[in-house]
């Protein structure tokens, strides 16, 4: 791993995690739920502010990365088919690009936007264009196809405190869907995660409480059956790096919750109970459950 840091960017080359959420418990769009991946990045280190009347947009911050995969066996065409063997890792990887953009229009408010595209791979070599196409806009094609930009994912997160509760008590969430330029405009395609923080409870100064719950079984989206995490040109997994996913332990077709409440002895003691539950769905998974 090796880094610089100049005029406030940082340029970095190696193994990294990322944790583009708020949320405690794990991102659903990139978390440290999988190996670090090998990439190239580039961040904002402080935040900044856009000149003229952009500047309401708040402090901003800004993130992109490239990165390869490990782990993949197989890669579908449709002009060469299932390429690969089990038990033996492709030659050449699949490729990772994302990107994240940051914002804090309040003091009390913070918003982001970002996507991730998994392109390339086994028969599909990285090359500047299909570099370029992974970034092309409209409607993905069959996975596979020719021409095929790559997978693709978009997601935001926000999290707010509540004005003249700032110090007590803090909504925030995270959301992503497939192949659709943001959730916000496909919720009920989309996966949802939210929670709640409360950093004292009245009466227990000293003791915090959280809050989280989310699901990739979208409530309103029959045609959904597991189909998150995963493409057809990918057919041992998508978003995946050495086997692991690269997202949400919720996993493809899961719910879960979890608590966490600290009793602070000291700045540097103190005493903590974890709740965590999980279940798939049945449709998914024969007898899924908890």
């Given at each position: 791993?090796v880094?610089l840091?100049?005029?406030?960017?940082?340029?970095s080359?190696?193994?990294?995690?990322l944790?583009?959420?708020p949320?405690?418990?794990?991102?659903?769009?990139?978390?440290?739920?999988?190996d670090?991946?090998?990439?190239?990045?580039?961040s904002?280190?402080s935040?900044?502010k856009?000149p003229?009347?952009?500047?309401w947009?708040?402090?901003m911050?800004?993130e992109?990365?490239?990165?390869q995969?490990?782990?993949?066996?197989?890669?579908?065409?449709?002009?060469?088919?299932?390429?690969?063997?089990?038990g033996?890792?492709?030659?050449?990887?699949?490729f990772l690009?994302?990107?994240?953009i940051?914002?804090?229009?309040?003091?009390?408010?913070?918003?982001?936007?970002?996507s991730?595209?998994?392109?390339?791979?086994?028969?599909g070599?990285l090359?500047w264009?299909?570099?370029?196409?992974?970034y092309s806009?409209?409607n993905?094609?069959?996975g596979?196809?020719?021409?095929?930009p790559?997978?693709?994912?978009?997601?935001?997160?926000?999290?707010?405190?509540?004005?003249?509760m700032?110090?007590w008590?803090?909504?925030?969430?995270d959301?992503?869907t497939?192949d659709?330029f943001s959730?916000?405009?496909?919720?009920?395609?989309?996966?949802i995660?939210?929670g709640?923080y409360m950093?004292?409870?009245?009466?227990?100064?000293?003791l915090?409480?959280?809050l989280?719950?989310?699901?990739?079984?979208?409530?309103?989206f029959s045609g959904?059956?597991g189909c998150?995490?995963?493409n057809?040109?990918?057919?041992?997994?998508?978003?995946?790096n050495l086997?692991?996913?690269?997202?949400?332990?919720l996993?493809r077709?899961?719910?879960?919750?979890?608590?966490w409440?600290?009793?602070?002895?000291s700045s540097?003691?103190k005493?903590?109970?974890?709740f965590?539950?999980?279940k798939?769905d049945?449709?998914y998974?024969p007898?899924?459950?908890?």
């Amino acid at each position: 791993y090796v880094g610089l840091n100049f005029a406030n960017w940082q340029v970095s080359f190696g193994k990294q995690s990322l944790w583009w959420s708020p949320t405690q418990g794990g991102p659903l769009m990139f978390s440290d739920n999988a190996d670090p991946v090998n990439m190239f990045r580039i961040s904002r280190v402080s935040p900044f502010k856009l000149p003229w009347i952009l500047g309401w947009l708040g402090p901003m911050r800004l993130e992109w990365f490239l990165g390869q995969l490990d782990g993949h066996q197989f890669v579908f065409q449709t002009d060469t088919g299932i390429v690969g063997q089990f038990g033996r890792p492709l030659d050449r990887q699949p490729f990772l690009q994302g990107q994240k953009i940051s914002l804090k229009p309040t003091r009390n408010f913070e918003f982001s936007v970002s996507s991730t595209t998994v392109f390339a791979g086994g028969p599909g070599a990285l090359t500047w264009h299909t570099f370029l196409r992974s970034y092309s806009l409209g409607n993905t094609l069959h996975g596979g196809d020719v021409g095929d930009p790559g997978d693709r994912r978009s997601g935001v997160d926000f999290s707010y405190r509540i004005p003249g509760m700032r110090n007590w008590l803090t909504f925030y969430g995270d959301a992503f869907t497939e192949d659709e330029f943001s959730p916000l405009g496909y919720p009920r395609k989309s996966a949802i995660r939210g929670g709640v923080y409360m950093p004292r409870i009245p009466g227990f100064p000293k003791l915090d409480l959280r809050l989280e719950g989310g699901s990739t079984v979208p409530p309103d989206f029959s045609g959904c059956n597991g189909c998150f995490y995963v493409n057809g040109h990918y057919p041992d997994g998508s978003y995946l790096n050495l086997g692991s996913l690269v997202g949400s332990w919720l996993g493809r077709a899961g719910q879960g919750e979890q608590v966490w409440s600290t009793y602070w002895l000291s700045s540097r003691n103190k005493i903590q109970f974890q709740f965590r539950h999980q279940k798939v769905d049945g449709d998914y998974l024969p007898q899924g459950g908890t």
